[in-house]
């Protein structure tokens, strides 16, 4: 929807105001467990997708969101420096909130018995 915006005002005499309004950076630290290598990037965003399953309110998913994950095994991160995949930490943090927070609160929970996402309505 964001884009649809952002493309119909792009000829128009404000066609950043989604961007102003809505964008904000996130940075994402990878840093390589066993040569401490590490890797920063920075994206824009217009919304956080924040997991309520498993959380006991809004703060505990953003400190979960912005918690560090480990990255390994099947998904372990290639490090540049050792030219190889190996086990990682990853953790992102909000550099520039924007002045208006989408939060998207996904509410569904995958269920590897049955193998299908279950709708969590507390």
């Known amino acids: 929807l964001i884009e649809k915006l952002q493309e119909a005002l792009k000829d128009t005499n404000r066609p950043k105001c989604i961007k ?3 964008e904000g950076r996130l940075t994402s630290k990878i840093t390589v467990t066993e040569c401490g290598h590490e ?3 920075e994206d824009p965003f217009t919304n956080l997708q924040m997991n309520v399953y498993c959380n006991s309110g809004l703060e505990d998913a953003l400190r ?3 918690d ?3 990255i390994k095994e099947d998904n372990a991160y290639h490090c540049e420096r050792c030219n190889k995949k190996a ?18 609160l996904k509410r569904f929970a995958f269920s590897k018995e049955s193998v299908k996402g ?5």
């Open 68 to 70: 560090f994950n480990e």
């Open 39 to 41: 890797s920063i990037t």
């Open 64 to 66: 979960n969101y912005v």
């Open 20 to 22: 102003e309004c809505f």
């Open 87 to 104: 086990e990682a930490t990853k953790r992102l943090t909000i550099k520039t909130l924007p002045n208006n927070l989408i939060l998207m």
């Open 118 to 122: 279950n709708k969590l309505y507390n």
